[in-house]
């Protein structure tokens, strides 16, 4: 217990899933934790399953304007900020000629866009405690691998981490007290993959058939939830510009 006490730790897309893990993981190790999510609804359920005190706002996170509301609501509240995981999230199950450019655009205005307005942002209100701070941006194995039917959530999150080593080494020459690292899960066991499974994306992570060595399987968000722990602990200060993959060696399966 206590391996992120006092820290103040936002969570973008927190009102279910892996956001929703995030949240209560970090709440029950001594975080004061924030939830932003468009569904209020979620977003204040987690708030109540992680207590310790947190709060939910209200944010869509491709909207530029909402950043600077939101934390100056959190600075008011908790008087500052230590961790941000830009978490939030959405997938189109389509291959590049399938997918039209309403959806791509979209799928880039809240995981590129959210993402990179988060760091403009985060690094802005962190880097004023003079306090170690750390920033977790999610990817996915989806930036590593070639997934056809996920072509623009696949490229979103290549951007995620691209920005993420940029803005790490940003903060460093800057000498800002700020980690930025990208975390890749593959296949986990969250409704946004079941959903997309069942519009026939398939996660390459099933199980395999009959004589053949077991698959990586699914994962559980509590699995995620511990790695955005220890990067947001002060246990990974020397891990800095890192992508750490969460997927039981599905990506260097042969």
């Known amino acids: 217990m206590g391996r992120v006490e006092g820290k103040v730790c936002l969570i973008t897309g927190g009102g279910a ?3 929703r893990a995030d949240a209560m993981r970090l709440a029950e190790e001594g975080a004061r934790v924030v939830v932003t999510d468009v569904n209020r ?3 204040e359920e ?5 207590s310790n005190g947190a709060i939910f706002l209200t944010q869509d996170v491709a909207d530029e304007e909402s950043w600077p509301r939101v934390l100056e609501q959190v600075r008011r509240h908790f008087g500052q900020l230590n961790v ?3 978490n939030a999230g959405i997938v189109v199950v389509k291959d590049v000629e399938a997918t039209t450019t309403e959806e791509w655009r979209r799928v880039q205005s ?11 942002y985060g690094i802005g209100l962190i880097k004023q405690n003079g306090e170690p701070g750390s920033i977790v941006n999610v990817s996915s194995t ?4 070639g997934f056809p039917p996920y072509f623009a959530y696949s490229a979103a999150k290549g951007a995620v981490r691209s920005m993420t080593k940029s803005a790490a080494i940003h903060c460093q020459q800057s000498r800002y007290r700020i980690r930025v690292n990208s975390i890749h899960p593959g296949a986990i066991a969250t409704a946004m993959v079941a959903k997309a499974t069942s519009e026939g994306g398939g996660t390459g992570a099933e199980e395999a058939g009959e004589g053949q060595p077991p698959g990586p399987g699914l994962g559980d968000p509590v699995d995620v939830a511990n790695t955005v722990l220890f990067l947001a602990s002060d246990e990974s200060r020397f891990i ?3 992508e750490l993959v969460i997927d ?4 260097v399966s042969p």
């Not at 809240?110 to 760091?119: A, E, K, Q």
């Not at 989806?142 to 691998?145: E, I, N, V």
């Open 17 to 19: 899933g892996l956001g």
């Open 41 to 43: 609804e979620g977003g």
């Open 46 to 50: 987690t708030a109540h399953l992680a």
């Open 84 to 86: 941000l995981v830009n």
């Open 110 to 120: 809240i995981m590129t866009d959210g993402v990179f307005f988060g760091l403009k």
């Open 142 to 145: 989806a930036a590593l691998l």
């Open 240 to 242: 800095n510009g890192a």
């Open 248 to 251: 039981n060696g599905f990506t």
